[in-house]
């Protein structure tokens, strides 16, 4: 399952629907948070859904056809694949492949974990190209960090194990016992706030580096104030967010 936000709820659903480059019906879609306006362009919330891919029910097969109805017969060619052949083949191979690439890593994680002493349990879970592996152990701070420097470090190296292993066009996130979803609400929070003092002050505000995916909550939560604009500054990996009043 995978979220996604919009301005509403339904240009969030469809976000999700040409993410997964499917219809309605062969989703889940759950409604995580509804729109906010906010006041003076502050405390202002796109919606977010879940979606979660699952298969076409048997009820929605098409009927068969009666002799009738049946369009003409086409003559293929010997050994001419048949296109529809063709499309079962290249989904499949793709879940192959992010399924290979989603064991291999969890399992370089859980090789690099193991040194460090700390006991873990990885599952993990494949939508589309985005890998999510989430982390059960009993020492979750430990594994977190001060504002999240541990875990982001380790999904650096699960992202660039990835890479190295011709799997770029996969991504990869790690989680322990919802850390990501607490975070991105502080970052948020951290946004609006900051968005207030740089009003309030009328000069710039710049904040703590922080990895790239933290720095688009940033920018996507203050997308549409229209009191100030946001833009990064810095090299990776010490790259931070700036708002300032316009």
């Not at 098409?62 to 009738?68: C, H, R």
């Not at 492949?97 to 879970?125: F, N, R």
Request: net charge neutral; no cysteine.
């Amino acid at each position: 399952m995978t979220r996604f936000k919009g301005e509403t709820v339904e240009a969030a659903v469809q976000k999700g629907l040409a993410d997964f480059a499917t219809q309605r019906e062969n989703v889940k879609i759950t409604v995580v948070s509804e729109p906010k306006r906010g006041f003076l362009g502050f405390g202002k919330r796109p919606a977010e859904v879940e979606i979660t891919l699952i298969s076409a029910p048997q009820s929605e097969v098409a009927p068969a056809l009666t002799t009738s109805d049946r369009a003409p017969e086409t003559i293929t060619q010997p050994g001419a694949p048949k296109e529809a052949d063709q499309t079962l083949s290249e989904a499949t191979q793709q879940v192959t492949k992010i399924t290979g690439a989603a064991t291999e890593v969890t399992a370089y994680l859980t090789d690099i974990i193991s040194h460090l002493g700390i006991p873990v349990d990885l599952t993990d879970q494949t939508t589309h190209r985005h890998i999510k592996v989430d982390i059960q152990t009993p020492q979750e701070g430990l594994l977190i960090g001060k504002h999240g420097r541990t875990i982001n470090a380790l999904q650096t190296l699960a992202q660039m194990y990835l890479n190295h292993h011709r799997a770029s066009h996969f991504t990869v996130e790690l989680d322990i016992a919802g850390y990501r979803e607490r975070r991105e609400q502080t970052l948020e929070q951290l946004a609006d706030r900051t968005a207030r003092r740089a009003v309030a002050d009328g000069k710039p505000v710049y904040l703590d580096p922080m990895p790239s995916f933290e720095r688009k909550v940033i920018h996507a939560t203050l997308a549409e104030n229209e009191f100030v604009t946001t833009y990064s500054a810095g090299r990776e990996p010490r790259r931070s967010v700036v708002v300032a009043p316009r």
